[in-house]
Structure formats: C-alpha cells, structure tokens
C-alpha cells in the first residue's frame, strides 16, 4: 500500500493500483509458503481462477455498457444441472465418447446464448432496469437447478465422468484446459474492447446512452450482445467445471456472480459504465483468487477470513476509483 | 448618478490568474456599482468564466486584488463569498428536479421547528421571495415541471433568500425563448431597482443594449473596452470582442438549388406534431422557426428515428420508413442535436473517440485503425478551426469548440440531408461567423440543409426559405424579403394574417 500512495497523480493510481496489490499479494505469499510459487501451486491458482475469470471478462463488458448481470452463478449451475441431465439421458443411446461430451458442450453453450439472450431481451426491448430482470432470472435458475436435482444433486454418470475429467484435470504442453481456454478469452476479450467498434460502442453507451443514440449507435444491440456474449461465456465457464466436480446442486455457483462483478470493479472497471478493461479484471481474478490462496497455504489469519479481506479489497478498490473522480 | 462617484461594492484590480506556465487573465479590472447592471461580454476562452469564478471566490487570483467594498479581500472559498452576500448563478441549473420550488430555495438553510421542518414558513417565505421577482410560480410545484425561465427565477429567488446584494449570472438568457428573456430582464430591472450589482454574460448583445448600463469587453484574456453601456452599439461591441471588422455575418446565399432533396407529407410525431409537411432541395438552406415548443425539434427527431413518428417521407423521390437513428443515417440524413452536452458528446471522452463514434464503421474493419481515426482528427481541426488540447476529455473543451467538434462528427458520417438544431446555441459571436460560413458551404457543395433555431436573425440570415411552427403544426412560410422577424413572430405567436400555405405537392 506503501507503494502506491507514493505514485502520486490520482490518475495512474487506478491503472498501477491493481498490478501493485497484485505483486505485493505474490511477494507476500512466496515469503510466507516456500510453496507458493511452485508450478503445482500457480497451476491451481490459475485454474481456480479460470471459471470466475471467464465469466468476469463477459461481465467487463455487461458493466461497461452501463449495465449488470446477477444471474450468472445461478445460470452456471442450472446450465450445469441441464448438461448433466442431457448427458445421462443421451448416455444409453449414444455410450460414452466424443460424441456425448460434444453434445453436453453444444448443450451448455446454446443454453447459455439463450439465457442471455432472455435477459437481453428484458433489458434492450422491454426497457427494463438490469438490476431487476437479472434479479429476477438469478432466482428463477436458482430455484430450477434445485427443482431438476429435486432438492439433492445431480450427479454425472461415473464412467462418463472419468472419460470428461480431463477437459478440467488434462492439458496441453504442460498448462491444463481451463487456464488454456481462460487465456484466450481474455486475449479475444481485450483486443474486443480495445480495438473494436464493438468495445467502442460499449465505453459510449455506458458513459452516455443518450448521446450513443443521437450519435446512430444501435444502443439495443449492442446491449444485447453484451448479455449473449456474457451467457455463452457462462456456458464455457460450466463446460470447465462440471467435469471438475462431476455434479451440480442447488449450491453450485454460489455467488459467483458477486466475485465476477468484485473481479471487474478490483480491476478498474467504472461500475457505473463508461470505461472498461478486461486486463485489469484479469488482475482483479488473480487478486480474489491469491487472497484465498494464501490464507489457506498460511496460518497468520484463519481462511475463514477469506469473505472479509476480499470485502475490504473490494471497498478499496472502490475508494480508489471514485479518487480518480473529482481529481481534477 | 455618476456611476464614478459611489464606490463599487465588488471589485478586480489588476488581476490576474495563471494555470500552471499559462496566463489566462492579464491585469483585469472591473467595478461592481450597487444598483447597476454590468454586461460582461467576450468571445469563448476570453476569460469571461475565469473573472466570474474569481469574484466569486471560486478560485483565487494568482495576482491582484479582490476589493469588496473598497476594501482587499481574499474568499477561501465559495462559501465565503456567499456569506458576503454575493451569489453566482451558473448557465447549468443546480436545482433538484424531484424537489418542489420551495424545498430547492431552502435547500441547505431549511426552516426547523424543533426537530422538524417548518414547511409552511418555507413555502411563505418562498412565495414572498417570488413574488418580490413577480413570478406566480405556486411553490409546491415540482422543479421539474416548471419553464426554464421560471427555474431562473428560482434560482434568483434562492440567491435572494442569502441575502444577496451582488447577483452574477452567466448566460442567464441561453436556453431561454425571446418571451421568458423579456420576463428575466424585467427581473434584472427590479433588482437592479432594489439596489443589487448585478452582472451578467450573454452572446446576445441586443440584450446587452437593453439592459446593461456598464460594460466590460474582454478578449483574449485582457479587457478591451470598459465603460458606461450607452457609449456602444451592438455593431462596436461585436468588433471589440472579434477584434477585427466584422463586415457581414451571414455569407451570401449563393448555392445552386438541385433536384427534391426529402419531401415530407402528413408526418406526425404524437404528442408533439401533426400534420407536418415539406420539401427540401439539394443545395437549400431551410429555416426552421418557432417558439420553444412549439414542436420544432421534435417533428425533426421524429424524422431521423429518433422519436416514434409516422408519415409520408421521401428521400430523392423514393419512399422510406426510419424507425431508428442509423436507417436515417444509412439513408443520409443526419441530425445534429440542440444538447450538445447531454445528447451530442461523450464530455468524460477524448476528441478522437468522440469524432469518429457516429461512422465508427468507416475506421474499423474488425479492428479500428487508430491512425485513420488520428489523421481525421487532424483533418477535423484544421478544416473547423478547433482549438484546444488533444489531449483533453471533451467536457473541458469551450461551447464553441465543442459545438465544432460535434458538426466535425457529424461530417465525418457525409449526410446529403442534414438538420442542424440550435447551431449557435451558447457560442460567441465569431464562432457564430464560422459556423455560418460552414453550413452555406455544405449547401454549396449540394447538401440539402434544415437549420432550426430560436434566433430569428439567425433564421432569417442563413436560410433560403423559413418555414414557422406553431403548436406542433406548420403555421407558414416565408420567403425572400417576406422573412422579416415580425413577419416570422406574428406567424410563431399565431396573430395577424395566417398567410395561406400551398400544399406542396
């Protein structure tokens, strides 16, 4: 923290804030658990990271756009339960193979569009306020997750899970699926932001819907792609998790939504809308995600701390960001 | 009396004020009398705001003094300023919409008794203050839903309610129509009569002439002239501000008129217009005029989709139906907003962002090419004359500036029909002059152009033909040397011979 009250101009503060906690969280954990910076170590903190940090980049531009997303964590688990549930079905039809883990990752990305879609449509077309429609769909995905588990948990079959186990446990030249898959997100996400009309277009509608209308902006579209992009990247999230876990319930995805919104704000995002980064939400993931981690690798401060010090993070974060405000 | 004799009660001397290794002010001087009206005038960036802000304690001076009453002082803040009794009312309102007249007056000094407000005196004290502005306005009413001249009176009334015996106001009559101007400066009058200093900016030196019996000048950061009001007519005083001669202010009307451009027949926008009807040709400035709600930009939102609106419109011959913004832009009809801070620019975003957003398409193909962007910038600001740092957000930019960086914007998207509303609103008199020069150019180039506005002159000067408005229907037309202001305000206010409109087929 020292470090960075001493950059003294507000403005660089928000962009070199983040990247600051984040190196002196790293120092702080290498000094503390020889172990923390082992490959076994950095691997699962990444790949911990991947299913919030996917879904967080799809957030960044939801925010940016002036708009919010409450449903994801719940959508992630009824997507979860549906994938489950369609693979089961399809198991004794089609056996266990590429085909099936195929069909529950087409399953998974085209529920994902759709439920994005729907809350799309409530916002752009109904004129809804996002706070409320996705208020609304996060207790709906909830409440039908635990209705398709019937109150227990869905469980994917034993053997199928063994045969999709490695799209989360297996990996390529050393680096596992999730942070894989993870990687790219955030590279297609910030070069969508960054250089695109697209990105453009939602930096101006978040800094000022009014004047992205007179200025010819199809406003209502590009919302709603922010809410489709969001699904289908909720989508890709699941396809990572459930063979992680293997089942879904009604406490899958629990307030990941608030972790992917805390991800964005840590990160720099304007809450409000107007300015958005997808690197910086990355910085925000990792920084979440390295807290847990070391309190668990530590016995300085009891893990179950955990939801506090990210609270204050997050506060933190905040105060930073409104700095930058009136800094004129 | 000799304005000389009395001593001002608020006073530069000498001042300056710097912003890091830039001068803005140079050694200004300028007396407040008690019981007279001081016109502050000067082209945008001619460091009008910077007086303003020091007088009233918003920022300090970086040399010379501040006199209240004769004698040297320095306001901390605003506050202190205030508590002298010197109020400043900015051209933005600062009123809360959701709150009723009263409350807005009494916000931050509320009435108690014991732990509760004492809404009935507030809202005593509130009509005492209005009444004493002769303004009726029932002090329960929501601000929301009151004129923009009866928001200036509450924000007078509030100025009063301090005890206010110096009364600033910065372009208190820029979103008022002709009539709620004449309301305000009968306003003036009466404070002015109660033996309050007031002075006031405005770009409308008609008004100056009217009412303002000291006068100070400014350009480029100097005062250039100072002294009794009557020494100046409206001529000089534009000359002193331009500091150059200012032969015409209209170019002539010399484009060539083609071939029908938009006709529009049976358009309504609900609510707002019925039954509206026109044609434009290419190469033709049309003027639209009106007063203040009288559906004028409405009708014309209505048509670039921007408003629900149905209707007959044909654009070079061809039927089209616009239902949103980008299909009249596809289309080639652009409209270029009266609200230039709330509806026409990203104030919190740089000039680049902001001058390609409406033909991002042009600049990005999947990825923006930053550099065309920068080179269309550039173009931008040498070809409209913008000045100012690149580097800025756009909100810190001056009205006239950013009013060139909206036409810029809108030029960059190549409309053959565009509709300009309110071209001038809030900008100095030589940026006015360009912008003129501009829009008979693009009507040179056979562009087919709509100019709406509330300045009659403005109307009259620009436009080859000048259709008026009236109660969301078109009262008349007026062309040549039948466009005469009183021609357009018995039409506007619907007295006096309707002249008969041929339907144009």
């Known amino acids: 923290m020292t470090i960075a009250t001493l950059s003294s101009p507000k403005i660089k503060m928000s962009v070199i804030g983040p990247i600051v906690a984040l190196v002196v969280l790293i120092i702080m954990g290498a000094l503390m658990n020889p172990n923390f910076l082992s490959a076994g170590n950095i691997s699962n903190v990444l790949s911990r990271s991947a299913f919030i940090g996917i879904i967080a980049v799809g957030m960044t531009f939801v925010i940016t756009a002036g708009g919010l997303d409450l449903s994801v964590g719940s959508m992630a688990a009824f997507i979860a339960g549906l994938m489950i549930l369609v693979m089961n079905t399809a198991l004794p039809v089609m056996g266990i193979g590429i085909p099936i883990v195929l069909l529950g990752m087409a399953v998974a990305l085209f529920a994902g569009l759709f439920a994005g879609m729907l809350n799309g449509v409530l916002i752009t077309r109904l004129g809804m306020d996002a706070f409320i429609v996705t208020l609304g769909s996060m207790g709906i995905y909830r409440s039908l997750v635990t209705w398709l588990a019937d109150g227990g948990t869905l469980s994917l079959d034993f053997s199928l899970r063994t045969f999709y186990q490695p799209v989360y446990y297996g990996g390529t030249l050393g680096v596992s699926w999730p942070i894989i898959v993870f990687a790219l997100v955030v590279i297609g996400g910030e070069l969508l932001m960054r250089s695109t009309a697209f990105g453009r277009h939602c930096a101006a509608i978040g800094s000022n819907d009014q004047v992205a209308r007179y200025s010819s902006v199809r406003v209502a579209r590009v919302r709603m792609l922010t809410y489709v992009m969001l699904g289908v990247l909720v989508g890709i999230a699941t396809i990572m998790y459930v063979p992680r876990l293997g089942s879904a319930s009604s406490a899958t995805g629990l307030l990941w939504e608030l972790e992917a919104i805390a991800a964005v704000i840590v990160g720099g995002t304007a809450l409000k809308g107007g300015f958005g980064r997808v690197w910086g939400t990355v910085i925000g993931v990792l920084i979440l995600t390295l807290i847990g981690n070391i309190l668990n690798l530590t016995d300085l401060v009891s893990p179950y701390l955990n939801g506090a010090i990210q609270g204050a993070i997050i506060i933190l974060a905040v105060v930073l960001q409104r700095g930058r405000k009136p800094g004129q | ?505």
């Not at chain 2, 009494?106 to 004290?125: I, N, V």
């Not at chain 2, 009364?167 to 709620?180: C, Q, S």
């Not at chain 2, 709330?342 to 680049?352: A, E, N, Q, S, V």
Request: proline share 3%; net charge negative; hydrophobic share 40%.
């Open chain 2, 1 to 505: 009396m000799g304005h000389a004799v009395t001593t001002p009660i608020l006073a530069l001397s000498k001042v300056s004020k710097s912003f890091g290794p830039i001068e803005v002010l140079h050694g200004a001087d300028i007396a407040l009398h008690p019981g007279r009206v001081h016109a502050l005038i000067g082209e945008n960036g001619a460091g009008k705001s910077t007086m303003m802000k020091i007088l009233t304690g918003y920022q300090p001076p970086s040399a010379g003094l501040v006199m209240l009453q004769g004698q040297p002082v320095s306001f901390a803040d605003m506050g202190q300023a205030e508590a002298q009794g010197i109020s400043l009312i900015h051209q933005e309102f600062n009123l809360a919409d959701h709150l009723t007249v009263a409350e807005n007056i009494f916000l931050g000094s509320e009435l108690r008794r014991g732990w509760f407000l004492d809404k009935p005196a507030m809202r005593a004290r509130s009509r005492d203050l209005l009444g004493r502005l002769r303004c009726d306005v029932d002090p329960d009413r929501l601000i929301s839903d009151l004129s923009n001249s009866d928001k200036q009176m509450v924000e007078i009334a509030k100025a009063l309610l301090r005890d206010t015996n110096v009364l600033i106001m910065d372009e208190p009559t820029a979103v008022l129509t002709r009539t709620e101007t004449a309301v305000l400066l009968d306003q003036v009058r009466a404070l002015r009569g109660h033996g309050t200093a007031v002075l006031f900016t405005s770009h409308k030196l008609d008004e100056v002439v009217a009412i303002a019996d000291d006068l100070t000048i400014m350009r480029d950061g100097s005062v250039v002239w100072s002294g009794p009001a009557n020494e100046m007519d409206e001529h000089q005083m534009a000359e002193a501000m331009v500091g150059r001669e200012i032969s015409t202010l209209y170019p002539p009307k010399d484009s060539m008129k083609g071939a029908l451009a938009l006709e529009v027949e049976g358009f309504h926008v609900p609510g707002f217009a019925e039954d509206i009807h026109f044609t434009l040709r290419k190469g033709e400035v049309l003027g639209i005029a009106g007063l203040i709600g009288s559906g004028r930009t409405e009708t014309f939102e209505g048509l670039a989709g921007l408003r629900a609106a149905h209707g007959t419109v044909r654009i070079n011959g061809d039927t089209v139906t616009i239902r949103h913004p980008w299909e009249a832009l596809a289309l080639g009809l652009a409209y270029l907003t009266e609200d230039r801070k709330t509806r026409g620019l990203l104030l919190t975003k740089g000039l680049r962002e902001n001058l390609t957003l409406q033909s991002l398409h042009k600049f990005s193909n999947w990825v923006i090419n930053t550099r065309a962007e920068d080179a269309a910038l550039n173009h931008a600001v040498t070809e409209f004359d913008i000045r100012g740092s690149r580097s800025v957000d756009v909100g810190s930019l001056s009205g006239g500036n950013q009013q060139k960086l909206l036409f810029a914007k809108t030029m960059l998207s190549d409309p053959d029909i565009l509709v300009i509303d309110e071209p001038t609103r809030g900008i100095d008199i030589g940026t006015k002059q360009q912008m003129y020069e501009f829009i008979r150019k693009l009507a040179a180039e056979g562009r087919a152009i709509v100019v709406i506005s509330s300045e009659m002159q403005e109307v009259i000067g620009l436009s080859d033909r000048v259709l008026v408005m009236r109660q969301g229907r078109i009262a008349g037309e007026l062309t040549g040397d039948s466009a005469t202001e009183d021609a357009i305000v018995r039409l506007a206010m619907g007295v006096g011979q309707s002249a008969p409109l041929e339907r144009t087929a």
